[in-house]
């Protein structure tokens, strides 16, 4: 499985982005797809996920403002996000977790929110 994410840049604060993340390969495997984020000199934390049924998870700093999509082909997952503010800013991972637990990672899309 291969992971191709979009969508980044540079907003003000309020502003919204829409992140974009194409999966490749045995897609047919994959159950869940999200996206993580890392802020320099942090850990990489969870934002959202969403499984192949459509059940969604979000992380309590982002309910309300983001939103988790999946395309009908099941290979593209999308994250809407809304209300944007500087403590949003960070490096943007896509994951990809197969149902037999193995995952895969996208490369990085900076989000970098100004105040």
């Known amino acids: 499985v291969q992971l191709q994410a979009s969508g980044g840049g540079l907003v003000q604060t309020g502003g919204s982005l829409r992140l974009s993340c194409a999966a490749s390969g045995s897609i047919f495997s994959i159950n869940v797809m999200g996206w993580y984020r890392q802020a320099p000199g942090k850990q990489r934390e969870l934002v959202a996920t969403?499984?192949?049924?459509?059940?969604?998870n979000y992380a309590d700093l982002v309910k309300g403002r983001f939103t988790i999509s999946r395309s009908s082909a099941k290979n593209t997952v999308f994250l809407q996000m809304n209300s944007l503010k500087p403590e949003d800013t960070a490096v943007y991972y896509c994951?990809?977790?197969?149902?037999?637990?193995?995952?895969?990672w996208g490369q990085g899309t900076q989000v970098t929110v100004s105040s």
């Open positions: 969403i499984t192949s049924a459509g059940l969604t």
């Open positions: 994951n990809a977790l197969e149902y037999g637990l193995r995952g895969y």
